[in-house]
């Protein structure tokens, strides 16, 4: 989700509520008030709130340091845009789908693994562990664990997920003389 707003939005809380019951884990954009303003949906204690750091991984100024689990980049992301354009732009907006996007990867090894999916609030501690710690040592207000690592992640899932191979095997088709391959 990219939105905030100061205020509890109640029927958006009530969506994010039955989206989490459901085992749908949902990611937010942190805010971008850098003030120390809470800004809702990420202040949920049910959804994953993403701030956004720039190139050399320092929080960015804008970056709502109100309940964030994670971080991303979220400055001078090229992004798509109206009329099949592009441009630069910057703001949690742009760090949530990062968070987002690593949490389809890991969805995808499960299912491919036929392992089960964690529930929402178990993703947590899964991001912590997929992080790198850019900050002091330990959780920070403005970075939460860390900056999200798909090195890491990869490092962690390859003790569990089987390497996926495809065999093909030559096949001849003797009528009209040409091979073809087939999966195996």
Request: aromatic share 8%; charged share 25%.
């Given at each position: 989700?990219?939105?905030?707003?100061?205020?509890?939005?109640?029927?958006?809380?009530?969506?994010?509520?039955?989206?989490?019951?459901?085992?749908?884990?949902?990611?937010?954009?942190?805010?971008?008030?850098?003030?120390?303003?809470?800004?809702?949906?990420?202040?949920?204690?049910?959804?994953?709130?993403?701030?956004a750091v720039d190139v050399n991984h320092a929080p960015a100024v804008f970056s709502e340091p109100s309940s964030v689990d994670i971080a991303a980049g979220g400055v001078a992301v090229l992004s798509c845009w109206l009329d099949k354009l592009y441009r630069v732009l910057s703001g949690t907006s742009m760090a949530a789908p990062f968070v987002a996007g690593s949490l389809a990867?890991?969805?995808?090894?499960?299912?491919?693994?036929?392992?089960?999916?964690?529930?929402?609030?178990?993703?947590?501690?899964?991001?912590?562990?997929?992080?790198?710690?850019?900050?002091?040592?330990?959780?920070?207000?403005?970075?939460?664990?860390?900056?999200?690592?798909?090195?890491?992640?990869?490092?962690?899932?390859?003790?569990?997920?089987?390497?996926?191979?495809?065999?093909?095997?030559?096949?001849?088709?003797?009528?009209?003389?040409?091979?073809?391959?087939?999966?195996?």
């Amino acid at each position: 989700l990219s939105l905030g707003s100061p205020v509890k939005m109640a029927k958006t809380a009530e969506a994010i509520r039955q989206a989490t019951d459901r085992g749908i884990p949902v990611v937010t954009a942190s805010g971008n008030g850098g003030n120390r303003s809470r800004s809702w949906p990420a202040m949920d204690e049910r959804v994953i709130s993403v701030a956004a750091v720039d190139v050399n991984h320092a929080p960015a100024v804008f970056s709502e340091p109100s309940s964030v689990d994670i971080a991303a980049g979220g400055v001078a992301v090229l992004s798509c845009w109206l009329d099949k354009l592009y441009r630069v732009l910057s703001g949690t907006s742009m760090a949530a789908p990062f968070v987002a996007g690593s949490l389809a990867v890991y969805f995808s090894d499960l299912a491919i693994a036929r392992e089960i999916r964690p529930k929402p609030a178990e993703l947590f501690s899964k991001l912590t562990d997929w992080s790198e710690d850019i900050g002091d040592p330990g959780k920070d207000e403005k970075t939460g664990p860390g900056l999200i690592s798909p090195a890491r992640y990869q490092e962690s899932r390859k003790k569990l997920v089987p390497v996926v191979t495809e065999t093909w095997i030559p096949k001849w088709r003797i009528s009209t003389n040409f091979a073809f391959c087939i999966k195996r």
